[in-house]
């Protein structure tokens, strides 16, 4: 939390006690209607096999592209993920990892590759990517 959504609390808070800090609900309306959601459903309980993935597994990207081919709805990975949240689902993670899965690998992306594409902040600056931005 920065100061200044700390302050705009307090201001929120001084002028409306606790009610002006209770959240408004979502910030959009979902795109779906309620039939809509019921087939979702459906067909998220008919599992991805149906779309032709060949394994049993939900994940965000294709929730949203289903979305899109049924519904004709755009939703970005968040959206889905928020559309899901509120409607009772839940992330689910695997009971087991993939046999393909090279932990050496991965310990070497997480120490070599991911600096690269996610480099440190400088301390003292939130936000700052470089030590020329201003």
Known sequence: ??????????????????????????????????????????????????????????????VAEVIRREFGVEYTLPGAWMLLDRHGWSCQPPARRAVERDDTAVRGWSEQGWPVVK?????GMPGSVSSTSH
């Open 1 to 62: 939390m920065t100061p200044k959504t700390a302050d705009c609390w307090y201001r929120a808070w001084e002028s409306g006690g606790a009610a002006a800090l209770r959240s408004a609900g979502p910030l959009s309306r979902c795109r779906l209607d309620d039939r809509d959601l019921a087939r979702l459903e459906e067909i998220l309980r008919r599992g991805p096999g149906v779309y032709g993935w060949e394994d049993q597994r939900w994940t965000l990207a294709r």
């Open 119 to 123: 480099p440190l902040r400088r301390s």
